[in-house]
């Protein structure tokens, strides 16, 4: 079977709105993982006539290795770490704490940017919808899912065009529910199954979710 490509992040947002619509959630909040989930949950969030919000996830990334993941930070200041790997490198808590606060300020400097001085939404009435253009270690994602729940929504689904089998079985298991359109056996990078897969600027994240804010506001 072949496996499904997307023209573009958009593209791929307006393939989950069906299955999002067969869940009838009553109070849906869009959460989109910045940059790249931002153009996938604007999709979403508009046709669902949600509101559209980010969540930031900052890796940790391993000492002289960065590409390596120890761990991640997420909004509402959740910080989950791979024990397994901190052990195998050796590294004590200061330099955790070292490379936490980097990630932290960087962090804290995405919120600045996509949310200005708007607050932080109460997540405790709401359905949250966690969405990215695709799951592949699914690291970010588990950590913001830890973080979502952390603030006690009312339920939170996990939506993703295309993934890792494994990474969608185990994030399955964390959230209420969870929808990836395509889990390919050949699965190695999310940008396979784009025909365009350009990097999303902070500009565009932050017209976007202007862009819904105004389409609420005109309701």
């Known amino acids: 079977m072949q496996s499904r490509v997307f023209a573009d992040r958009r ?3 307006r393939a989950l709105v069906p299955e999002l619509k067969r869940c009838k959630l009553d109070n849906p909040l869009i959460l989109g993982l910045p940059r790249g989930g931002v153009p996938v949950a604007f999709e979403v969030a508009m046709a669902l006539r949600a509101p559209l919000d980010v969540f930031v996830v ?32 050796g590294i ?11 990630e932290a300020a960087e962090l804290q400097r995405r919120e600045r940017l996509y949310r200005g ?6 997540l405790g009435a709401f359905d949250v919808v966690l ?11 588990r950590a913001a899912v830890e973080g979502i729940r952390a603030m006690q929504p009312s339920s939170i689904t996990v939506a993703a065009p295309t993934g890792s089998a494994l ?3 185990a ?19 999310v ?14 994240v932050r017209g976007l979710l202007d862009k819904v804010r105004e389409a609420r506001a005109e309701k």
Do not use: H, W
């Open 171 to 189: 994030i399955g298991k964390m959230a209420d529910r969870i929808i990836c359109l395509d889990t390919p056996p050949d699965f190695y990078a």
């Open 58 to 89: 900052r890796k940790l990334g391993a000492p002289f290795q960065p590409e390596l993941a120890i761990g991640a930070i997420a909004s509402g200041g959740v910080r989950v770490l791979n024990d397994d790997v901190v052990a195998t490198l």
């Open 131 to 141: 969405v990215d253009d695709g799951i592949a270690t699914g690291a970010t994602i």
């Open 11 to 13: 593209d791929a947002g």
């Open 117 to 122: 001085d708007r607050p932080y939404p109460e």
């Open 92 to 102: 004590d808590e200061a330099g955790i704490d070292k490379i936490v606060a980097r």
């Open 167 to 169: 990474s969608v079985e």
């Open 191 to 204: 940008g396979q199954f784009y025909i365009d897969f350009a990097q999303t600027s902070d500009d565009e």
